[in-house]
T-cell receptor, first 110, second 114 residues
């Protein structure tokens, strides 16, 4: 059975801090890994990672995948209160099925 | 450009009843997937529709069924509701079946079973 484990499950930081969220996986026939941000309702797409070692970057957010060690990290620098959300990691199999982790609840205090 | 829209936003039912949830995909998308998200958990894949057929299914009982219409919109039906069916039901759409395209999610329907 596919497994996607995110850590930590929750995290409280102050504005301006840098955070690193982790996602490890055991999936048959891995294709890609996705990161989503969920604030109360619809998860919104952040990154799709398919190749090892290539960093994807969007503003203060960045992510990288290690296909040998089977994990990905999501970094957020200079955090803001608007970054408070649940961050979801999902792994895509070769048949395009998604398996999500439980998510990391990030709280950024002013 | 409308995103994924779901209705209703909230629903309260009692055990044993049946429910139908609706989803309109993002403009230009033709593939619809449904997920169940219990409190404090990540979304769990229920099934996926493309060209009006169920193409893939997760580990959900037959009480969960669906439909896709020619305009790509979709319905999720759940029969014989159980307390454990209380969750946020998310619809996601993408373009093309078995393609490397990220799914776009709607705001979900919050279903509460009493």
């Amino acid at each position: 059975e596919d497994k996607v484990v995110q850590s930590p499950l929750s995290l409280v930081v102050h504005e301006g801090d840098t955070v690193t969220l982790n996602c490890s996986y055991e999936v048959t026939n891995f294709r890609s890994l996705l990161w989503y941000k969920q604030e109360k309702k619809a998860p919104t797409f952040l990154f799709m990672l398919t190749s090892s070692g290539i960093e994807k970057k969007s503003g203060r957010l960045s992510s990288i995948l290690d296909k040998k060690e089977l994990f990905s990290i999501l970094n957020i620098t200079a955090t803001q209160t608007g970054d408070s959300a649940v961050y979801l990691c999902a792994v895509v199999r070769s048949n395009y099925k998604l398996t999500f982790g439980k998510g990391t609840l990030l709280t950024v205090n002013p | 450009d409308a995103g994924v829209t779901q209705s209703p936003t909230h629903l309260i039912k009692t055990r044993g009843q049946q429910v139908t949830l609706r989803c309109s995909p993002k403009s230009g998308h033709d593939t619809v997937s449904w997920y169940q998200q219990a409190l404090g958990q990540g979304p769990q894949f229920i099934f996926q529709y493309y060209e009006e057929e169920e193409r893939q299914r997760g580990n959900f009982p037959d009480r969960f069924s669906g439909h896709q219409f020619p305009n790509y919109s979709s319905e999720l039906n759940v029969n014989a509701l159980l307390l454990g069916d209380s969750a946020l039901y998310l619809c996601a759409s993408s373009f093309g079946f078995m393609k490397e395209q990220p799914q776009h999610f709607g705001d979900g329907t919050r279903l509460s079973i009493l």
